[in-house]
Structure formats: C-alpha cells, structure tokens
C-alpha cells in the first residue's frame, strides 16, 4: 500500500424535503487503525464506519489496515441516514486500490449495509434519485428494493444492487445490476370505491362530479348514515390519472414518510387521506426530528384528496391551519431543525352532522328526533370558522335516501370529468379552482350571469366568495359543454354554496 491514497465517490441524502448530492472523500494513510469521520454526520451515520467495516470483512475482502479518514462534503449540510453506507464501503475499497472507481465518479451510489454484506432499502430512495438528476448525473445504484420507483425518474439510468459485492462488480464494470423488469407497461389499475355503490343521493353525486371537473373543495352535512363518507371515498374514482411529474412528486412525500406501498408506472391514481379526528396539528401539517421532516396528512394527499370526516371534532386549531395551505398549496414550517415549504396541494372534503345527536332537519318518517338545544347547535357549528368556510367552494345538505336507484358507475362519470378538465386546461391552464383572480376577471361571463354576480358581491360583500361562485359556474359550463356560464349556471353555482347551519342554530 502507498503511504497515502485518496478516492472519491458520489451518494446522497436527504436534507428536510429534497435530496442532496454528497461528495464521499476516502483517504487511507500509514498509521494507526483508525476511521474518522469529518462534514456534519449525525449519529446514523456515524454508525456507518462500523457497518461498512463489517460488510467488507465478511463479503471476502479486506478493510485497510492503517489510518482511514473519510469526508463528506458539503461540509456545512448536516447528513442524516444510512444511505452513504455503501458509498463509503466503495470509497474506502477505492482508496485502498481494491477497486477502481474512476468510471464511478459519473454515478450516484445510495444504500445500507448489513453486516453481512446485503445492501437494505432506505427511506426517500426517489427523492435522492431526484436530486441525482437534477444535479446533472445520469446514472444511480441503489438497493435492488428501490429499482422500479427510481426508475420513473425521467432521463436516469437505475441500477440495482442487492450486496456490496454486486455493486464493487458495477462499479468496476463486471456486473450490469438488476433493472427494471417492466418500463415499458406501468398503469396502475383503478382499484378505489366504485360511484355506482351509490344509490339515489342525486343531489350528493352532481356535487361530487362537479368538485372533481374543478377540483372545487366540498363540505357536506347530513345525518349519520346519509351518505357522507360513502360520497367522499369515491371522489378519487372520478379523477383523473396523475401526470409523470406529479407521480413522481406523490412518490417522493410518501417515501419520506416512510411509506413502503411501492408505485410504478406511467400513472398514479391520486392520494386519498383520511385522518381521524383526534388527529394534532402536527399530524395533519408535519413535523421536524432533527432536520428530517416527517410529511403530515396535508401533505400526504398532495395532488390528491385530503377527506375530514366529523370535522367539527377535529381540534380547532388543527382545522385554522388548513386555511393557509388551501390558498397557497404548500405548509410553511419554521422549526429549529429544519425551515421550509413542504408541498401541500389537496383537495379538501369536510363531512359534518347538522347537530352533537346527528339528527337536526332529519326526516319524521326516520324516526328519530333533534333535542339538542339551540345553544348546543350554535356552539356545534361554530367548531368549523367562518374564514375557513369561505375557502370552500361547494357546501351542501343531503338528506337520507328514499328509494334504492343505482347510479352511474365511476367510470362514466370519470370521462365528462376529464372532459370538462380539459376545457379548462386549455381555457387557462389550470383547474377551474386554481384559476388566479386577475385571470378570472378577464374571461366574460354572458350578461345575464354577470348581473347575479354583481347583485350577489352587493349584498355578500366578500370578494372571495364571489370568485369561488364564479369558479363554479365556470365548471359547470364546462361539464354542460358551454361556451361561458350562463345565468342558469350562475342560480346552480348559488344553490351549492348554501351556509350549512341556518340561523336557528
């Protein structure tokens, strides 16, 4: 051995919602037997200088017998995980002219090692996979667990490994590593809750079409057992299949929230959440462990839908914190490990009781009466703020059903709501729901709907309102396949954004 050798190789880790290419520097020297590690390494892998002195020793080679000094670099980002064992392993092995890594440094190397010598998955394997094409790098290994999901990142060579011996063999060109075994066919089967499941409930299936060909948030209010829940599962049916881009977005929250569901494909079906209602702020936002983030339900149900059922039982200050990423899409965390946004672009779906028994306005052929007390009813609905009622585009009342009519199956549904998406798409771009003010008041809308605006923005006062109106309107004259809305469109906007608790309560 020289008296000096050096090597160098690339990995990654997280750093709060993104993934961050590291440079590994290897240096073996005469000395003695020592492994130091130097660039804001936390405990975990710290740990890694143990775990790859194990892997190598019992994959058939040799640990060097002098002094190893190992940095990361860049020395002022604080590292985290386990990802960086293997790279160190191959580092190490370079600098003590084992391997040669030459070729090596135009790939990014990420994964555990066991003590045996396997190479374990690691949590955000597509993030950093992200962060690897991003920074210019055209090839990965990772763990062969993770080969199918990184592989959705466009215009990046994966290579899967399943031991440290397999990815020396890669690294020095002797082994191809495992790929991905179906790139060419990745749809994803829709597999949610079936709209024909429904029955009757007419008024509750429009407000459902109408929500999801705008991506409008809902609130509807009803009676136990009139259908609420069974509505907001079946939501995600009717949407449209996400884009490449936004699968991979999905994918990456879900990852670093530990999330082991592994999705390929072209497709991904949006994310559904529903937490229960003893669920923290925190639960629902996210928190921050030591710089690692840990994505709430908000976040989870990016691009999807976020479904509070009971939500005057969530806590109140869990239900305010909504308000700011159901304007912005996003939820700005300012923690002392970690500040940021962390994407939080959803759908909100609210299902309340009229009343604390359930059963205000329900029908007397049901048996069943409210003697909740008025005050108890005001205080009931006053749990969910006004403020954040007014950030909700669709609001309506369902009664109990009658008959036993099925309806439409989802998959009918689903192609006028692609339709009428496509319409707006290509009127400006986006949904109807995430069309900015500015843009809004520059589309005309038929004369005698502008006058229902203008004498609805008189006597409501609430600019906001308005728009969210006029946003409706505009989607039901894209699921009616007309040119602007019309006053008819305008009278159905108005009977959908109807308060849910009337005076008397």
Request: charged share 20%; with cysteine; hydrophobic share 40%.
């Given at each position: ?98 391997i040669d890594v030459d070729r090596g440094t135009s790939f990014v190397i990420v994964g ?246 359930g059963y205000r306005h329900a029908p007397r052929s049901l048996a069943r009466h409210c ?135």
């Open positions: 051995m020289c008296e000096m050798a050096l090597a160098q190789v690339t990995g990654a880790v997280i750093a709060g919602m993104t993934g961050t290419v590291v440079t590994v520097e290897v240096d073996v020297a005469q000395g003695l037997p020592t492994v130091g590690l130097v660039g804001l390494a936390d405990t975990s892998i710290g740990e890694a200088r143990q775990r790859a002195r194990c892997a190598v020793g019992n994959t058939g080679l040799r640990w060097p017998l002098g002094r190893v000094t190992i940095g990361l670099s860049p020395a002022h980002v604080r590292k985290h995980g386990t990802g960086l064992d293997l790279p160190i392993a191959i580092g190490v092995l370079a600098a003590d002219d084992q555990e090692l066991g003590l045996d010598g396997q190479v374990r998955s690691i949590p955000g394997a597509i993030t950093v996979a992200c962060a690897a094409q991003q920074a210019g790098f055209d090839r990965i290994v990772v763990p062969a667990d993770h080969v199918g999901e990184c592989s959705r990142v466009p215009n990046l060579d994966v290579v899967g490994v399943r031991s440290l011996e397999e990815a020396v063999g890669v690294v020095a060109g002797d082994h191809t590593g495992i790929r991905d075994s179906n790139p060419g066919n990745r749809r994803r089967v829709r597999t949610e809750p079936d709209l024909a499941d429904v029955v009757d409930q007419l008024e509750g299936r429009r407000a459902l079409e109408i929500a999801a060909a705008g991506r409008h948030s809902l609130a509807m209010i009803g009676s136990p057992g009139v259908g609420k829940t069974l509505l907001a599962e079946r939501l995600p049916g009717i949407l449209p299949d996400l884009s490449a881009s936004e699968s991979v977005d999905v994918m990456s929250i879900h990852a670093l929230a530990g999330g082991t569901d592994e999705v390929t494909g072209q497709d991904a079906r949006p994310p559904f959440q529903a937490p229960h209602h003893s669920s923290s702020p925190a639960a629902l936002l996210g928190s921050v462990s030591g710089g690692s983030v840990r994505p709430g339900a908000v976040s989870l149900a990016h691009r999807g839908v976020l479904f509070l059922d009971e939500a005057p039982e969530f806590p109140r200050n869990a239900l305010e914190a909504l308000r700011q990423p159901m304007e912005s899409g996003a939820v700005s965390l300012h923690r002392a490990g970690w500040s940021g946004d962390v994407p939080a672009d959803f759908q909100l779906i609210i299902a309340a009781n009229p009343c604390p028994c003697d909740c007390p008025p005050t108890a009813v005001g205080s009931y609905a006053r749990r969910i703020s006004g403020p954040l009622l007014d950030r909700i585009d669709l609001r309506i009342r369902l009664q109990p059903v009658i008959g036993a009519k099925r309806g439409e199956a989802s998959r009918e549904v689903a192609a006028r709501v692609i339709e009428a998406r496509e319409r707006a798409l290509h009127r400006w771009g986006s949904t109807n729901a995430m069309v900015g003010p500015s843009t809004l008041l520059e589309t005309a809308l038929e004369s005698d709907a502008q006058a229902i605006v203008d004498r609805y923005l008189e006597t409501s006062g609430g600019m906001r309102s308005t728009q969210r109106l006029v946003k409706v309107a505009w989607t039901l004259a894209d699921l009616g396949g007309s040119v602007r809305p019309g006053a008819s469109h305008m009278r159905e906007a108005l009977e959908l954004h109807q308060p849910l608790w009337d005076d008397a309560s």
